[in-house]
């Protein structure tokens, strides 16, 4: 019976619930590099093309309508997405 429960103590100590594994994985997670550039102001449409011809997934420009830091970006339904924050 003591081995028995040896043994079973050994496997569960290798198993591990998905969120601890999750939380491991946060953890682990850093910024490795960090970018700086000029926002530029711009239309949509423009922002579109820049995103496009740098092929991100993502653009942050200056709209030049709203006079606002805004963010377009990729929908996997191959439309676009844009981010407005607001203060």
Not at 58 to 67: A, D, G, I, Q
Not at 71 to 83: P, T
Request: hydrophobic share 40%; aromatic share 8%; glycine share 4%.
């Amino acid at each position: 019976y003591r081995d028995k429960l040896r043994h079973r103590e050994k496997k569960s100590a290798g198993i591990r619930s998905k969120a601890a594994v999750a939380e491991d994985e946060e953890i682990a997670k850093k910024v490795v590099k960090t970018k700086t550039f000029t926002i530029i102001p711009m239309s949509i449409e423009e922002a579109i093309l820049q995103m496009e011809l740098l092929g991100h997934d993502f653009f942050v420009f200056l709209n030049s309508e709203t006079n606002r830091t805004a963010v377009i970006y990729c929908r996997k339904d191959g439309n676009y997405g844009l981010i407005e924050p607001t203060m």
